[in-house]
């Protein structure tokens, strides 16, 4: 067995830089026989942290098996008690989310949970540009005005101690549900369910990893058991909350929550849900995205959910919350075209943002981390820039969109790597007296800043994170599951390796070497994707693609590379259905010279 810590083939150096590493176990098939099928998942799973005398539960993640009693979550009983007196009483009640597919994820599900207690919740959805993140006291009191006992605010609310306070001064409840970090003073409120509040207990707080939506699932489930215990269903029929999956999975992957524990039960259990297409505007999402197959985790990642967040990135902030609960497939059809454009004007929006922010990295080199900022920069899409460019570096960023309100302040959206907490440095930095408002989780946060503080901030957060990103840098390397020779990449392997799955952030998909291979072709296909047609000694030829690559290093040197020299190969292992049969092909991470 070869110790985690050794360079798998020698590989110190890729052409990304990095060396290459088992992420568990060594699974080097190259030189011999594909392994039992049960034997490449059990160790898939247990390099991925899941203890041997539980693998079991994790083969096939169920709700039964991870779901935890709601009870644990501090205010929860409390929430569910005042949604129940509502709906039993016959208030009327508004969901307040926010406007990424988190926000208007969680909000449906609630409309929708109501709705099949026959119960019509209002809902509301700020506008990105005009009223910023999380509830304003303003619209509260005037959602209170306008009838509304009972607020539930999604995706927000965890840092919302001057809107709670006007809320409750008006007179009207606010239950608050969200999963981003918490100060230990809370706002004020009904009920405030959070896994991240900082005094829940150790099994609660182990779900902070939930995204809220999922917090809203938990929310459903006690409020129903709470209806239960009071005879509402003696003469109706309970509400299958199952059916409600379908939008937890959507806005868990969209936020980027790490799925492992609940989270993968509830996304493997709700793509199931997805595929059976019930939900009618979920159904024309889909259509709208050219998917012809039962969506896949990836699919939620990088087309349903963009498509979802274009609305509250450069279009209408309610469409996604409209489209997922709408009745009328006439109307669900026309919202989901109109995300269809909005998704492609927001990546043209986004290409210009990105080339802006690239130009300033070369004068922060020195940076742990990143602070881009400009004017003119659409803030709809500076999250999805401070992704990408984290991406390229390796390291946390923030972009910031100057001049984002009327008084001239910067909106700044961050990303971080592995190891390095970017949410409780932003709440650090508000209470340093550095921005505004700020706040968020470990991978991603967002701010206010007056733009004479930009140069403070920056210094600030180097300092403060210089350490842990170093840390978290020199332990990058290319982990690796499995080794193969060319002609061990087969539909059927594919196969085996995505029953490990539900598979996303904290719950990583095989990366699989292959090789050595030479490369028969060539080729830049579409803006700057790289295609590779590569075979090897065995008689094994396969496709590999390199996405976003041809202007990198990788890139130029697989375009380059001479016929004659032999390289591995490492990336994820898909299907490529669109020929006459099924084929596997490698979707490119890294490469590295064979000799």
């Known amino acids: 067995m070869v110790s985690r810590s050794a360079n798998v083939f020698g590989i110190d150096r890729s052409l990304t830089g990095k060396a290459w590493r088992w992420r568990g176990g060594n699974m080097d098939l190259s030189d011999g026989p594909m392994g039992l099928e049960?034997?490449?998942?059990?160790?898939?799973?247990?390099?991925?942290?899941?203890?041997?005398?539980?693998?079991e539960r994790h083969r096939v993640p169920s709700l039964r098996a991870f779901l935890p009693d709601p009870s644990a979550f501090r205010d929860m009983d409390a929430a569910a008690e005042r949604l129940a007196q509502a709906v039993m009483t016959n208030e009327t009640v508004t969901i307040y989310g926010d406007y990424?597919?988190?926000?208007?994820?969680?909000?449906?599900?609630?409309i929708l949970l109501l709705r099949r207690l026959g119960h019509e919740a209002r809902y509301y959805i700020p506008d990105r540009l005009l009223e910023g993140y999380g509830p304003s006291g303003e619209a509260l009191v005037r959602i209170a005005g306008e009838g509304s006992s009972?607020?539930?605010?999604v995706d927000c609310g965890a840092m919302a101690y001057e809107a709670l306070q006007m809320a409750h001064d008006a007179g009207v409840d606010v239950v608050v549900v969200d999963h981003h970090k918490c100060a230990p003073e809370l706002p004020r409120a009904a009920a405030l369910v959070n896994p991240n509040r900082l005094d829940e207990d150790e099994l609660a707080a182990g779900h902070g990893h939930l995204a809220a939506v999922g917090v809203a699932f938990l929310l459903a489930v006690a409020t129903v058991r709470v209806l239960r215990q009071r005879g509402f269903f003696e003469s109706r029929r309970e509400p299958d909350l199952f059916a409600l999956l379908d939008l937890v999975a959507l806005g868990t992957v969209a936020d980027v929550a790490a799925l492992h524990g609940l989270n993968r039960a509830l996304v493997a259990q709700g793509l199931k849900v997805m595929a059976r297409r019930d939900n009618i505007g979920m159904s024309a999402l889909i259509d709208a995205s050219r998917l012809?197959?039962?969506?896949?985790?990836?699919?939620?990642?990088?087309?349903?959910?963009?498509?979802?967040?274009?609305?509250?990135?450069?279009?209408?902030?309610?469409?996604?919350v409209r489209l997922l609960t709408t009745t009328d497939p006439d109307e669900a059809r026309e919202i989901a075209a109109q995300l269809s454009r909005l998704n492609e004007e927001r990546r043209a929006i986004e290409q210009a943002v990105q080339e802006a922010a690239e130009e300033q990295i070369s004068s922060q080199h020195n940076?742990?981390?990143?602070v881009l900022a400009g004017k003119g920069w659409h803030p709809?899409?500076?999250?999805?820039?401070?992704?990408?460019?984290?991406?390229?570096?390796?390291?946390p960023t923030l972009v910031i969109a100057l001049d984002a309100d009327e008084a001239g302040n910067g909106k700044g959206s961050g990303r971080s790597i592995t190891g390095v907490d970017l949410g409780a440095a932003i709440i650090a930095a508000r209470e340093a007296g550095l921005l505004i408002a700020g706040g968020g989780h470990a991978m991603a946060a967002g701010l206010t800043i007056a733009p004479d503080k930009l140069e403070a901030l920056s210094e600030w957060l180097d300092s403060l994170l210089a350490a842990d990103v170093s840390r978290a840098s020199a332990h990058q390397a290319m982990l690796l599951d499995l080794a193969l020779a060319p002609g061990g990449l087969t539909p059927a392997l594919v196969e085996t390796l995505e029953s490990a799955g539900p598979f996303g952030m904290g719950w990583p998909g095989p990366r699989v070497a292959v090789g050595p291979v030479r490369i028969v072709k060539a080729d830049v296909v579409g803006t700057d994707h790289v295609r590779l047609i590569v075979g090897g000694q065995d008689g094994g030829r396969f496709k590999a693609m390199a996405f976003r690559s041809?202007?990198?290093?990788?890139?130029?040197?697989l375009l380059h590379a001479s016929q004659g020299r032999r390289l591995w190969l490492a990336g994820r292992a898909k299907i490529d259905d669109w020929g006459s049969r099924p084929a596997a092909e490698l979707h490119l991470d890294d490469a590295a010279f064979a000799d």
């Open 292 to 320: 012809n197959r039962a969506p896949t985790c990836s699919d939620l990642g990088f087309a349903l959910g963009p498509r979802i967040n274009a609305g509250g990135r450069v279009g209408e902030s309610t469409l996604g």
């Open 100 to 110: 990424d597919v988190d926000g208007a994820t969680s909000a449906a599900l609630l």
């Open 150 to 153: 009972l607020i539930v605010t």
């Open 38 to 55: 049960d034997g490449i998942v059990t160790q898939l799973l247990l390099s991925r942290g899941v203890a041997r005398e539980d693998l």
């Open 380 to 395: 709809g899409v500076i999250g999805i820039v401070a992704g990408r460019i984290k991406e390229k570096t390796g390291k």
């Open 550 to 557: 041809a202007e990198t290093d990788m890139g130029q040197a």
């Open 367 to 370: 940076r742990a981390v990143l």
